[in-house]
T-cell receptor
Framework: EAAVTQSPRSKVAVTGGKVTLSCHQT?????MYWYRQDTGHGLRLIHY???????EKGDIPDGYKASRPSQENFSLILELASLSQTAVYFC??????????FGAGTRLSVL | GDSVTQTEGLVTLTKGLPVMLNCTYQ??????LFWYVQHLNEAPKLLLK?????KRTEHQGFYATLHKSSSSFHLQKSSVQLSDSALYFC???????????FGTGTTVSVSP
């Protein structure tokens, strides 16, 4: 089965600080995604990428940057973390069978 | 724009009873619909998917039929188990794209 690994699994950050969430996949998938999960909002797309060195904005990109330095790695960057960015973040990759594979998630608390 | 609506936030029921979770969608393109299940403190996982109109698709005792005429893809199971307690998401992919749009999710809680 497809493997998507996220780090860290949990993070406590201070308001205004910089946070980097990392994602690594070993499945040779071209497409990778960052979603955030909030109670009552389901999963919302932040950024995605379909090729190394290129990223695209999703539905809620404000306050987030993304980086895809290689096919295997996709990072989400919060340059100035805010309280409203407290959430669970999921990375995912997409195979050619129309299946999205999620990582285990990162629980981010901004204080 | 594209959207997915799940009307129930929480469904509580007793083991052995049937369940149906509603999912409707809106898109002007050819739809591909998905159901994902997320157990507590775990990642969402694909439960089933379909892009074929009026064809029932099944997996792990759950089933759903895509009805393009009513823009619906309801999830059903004839007899729920305690292990079915989880958060269920309906999702839509359209325009041949690979970015899924998720509904807000329905929590299913099964009691003995």
């Amino acid at each position: 089965e497809a493997a998507v690994t996220q780090s860290p699994r949990s993070k406590v950050a201070v308001t205004g600080g910089k946070v980097t969430l990392s994602c690594h996949q070993t499945n040779n998938h071209d497409y990778m995604y960052w979603y955030r999960q909030d109670t009552g909002h389901g999963l919302r797309l932040i950024h995605y990428s379909y090729v190394a060195d290129s990223t695209e904005k999703g539905d809620i990109p404000d306050g987030y940057k993304a980086s895809r330095p290689s096919q295997e790695n996709f990072s989400l960057i919060l340059e100035l973390a805010s309280l409203s960015q407290t959430a669970v973040y999921f990375c995912a990759s997409w195979d050619n069978q129309n299946t999205l594979y999620f990582g285990a998630g990162t629980r981010l608390s901004v204080l | 724009g594209d959207s997915v609506t799940q009307t129930e936030g929480l469904v509580t029921l007793t083991k052995g009873l049937p369940v149906m979770l509603n999912c409707t969608y809106q898109t002007t393109y050819s739809p591909f619909l998905f159901w994902y299940v997320q157990h507590l403190n775990e990642a969402p996982k694909l439960l089933l998917k379909s892009s074929t109109d009026n064809k029932r698709t099944e997996h792990q005792g759950f089933y759903a039929t895509l009805h393009k005429s009513s823009s619906s893809f309801h999830l059903q199971k004839s007899s729920v188990q305690l292990s079915d307690s989880a958060l269920y998401f309906c999702a839509l992919s359209s325009q041949g794209g690979r970015a899924l749009i998720f509904g807000t999710g329905t929590t299913v809680s099964v009691s003995p």
